[in-house]
């Protein structure tokens, strides 16, 4: 499984990005799916997970109301819409793929697939 995270860049606070995760290989049915992002000098954290085949979503508190994971299955690729943005969402964000639910949706060691990153800044 690859994926290849596209999509940021940088926006104003306020403003809105959607980033992709285009997946290729064998994902889908089974798989979940999982937005996460890491400030320079702290730790990665879980931004939104959805699951493949019933869609069921999951955010933290600190984006709930504000960004959506959604997926298109003929694309095989995930997207995060990220409203009303702030400075701290500022961030390189991963999408990452977990084949077999393998622990907490939240917890990065549950996800065996990564992508490369892609940068948000969010200026004041």
């Known amino acids: 499984v690859q994926l290849q995270a596209s999509g940021g860049g940088l926006v104003q606070t306020g403003g809105s990005l959607r980033l992709s995760c285009a997946a290729s290989?064998?994902?889908?049915?089974?798989?979940?799916m999982g937005w996460f992002r890491q400030a320079p000098g702290k730790e990665r954290e879980f931004v939104a997970c959805?699951?493949?085949?019933?869609?069921?979503?999951y955010y933290p508190d600190s984006v709930k109301g504000r960004f959506t994971i959604s997926r298109e299955s003929a694309k095989n690729t995930v997207y995060l819409q990220m409203n009303s943005l702030r400075p701290e969402d500022t961030a390189v964000y991963y999408c990452?793929?977990?084949?077999?639910?393998?622990?907490?949706?939240?917890?990065?060691?549950?996800?065996?697939?990564w992508g490369q990153g892609t940068l948000v800044t969010v200026s004041s």
């Open positions: 990452a793929a977990d084949r077999d639910y393998g622990g907490y949706y939240y917890a990065t060691e549950s996800y065996e697939y």
């Open positions: 290989g064998r994902t889908g049915r089974g798989y979940r």
């Open positions: 959805i699951t493949w085949t019933s869609g069921i979503t």
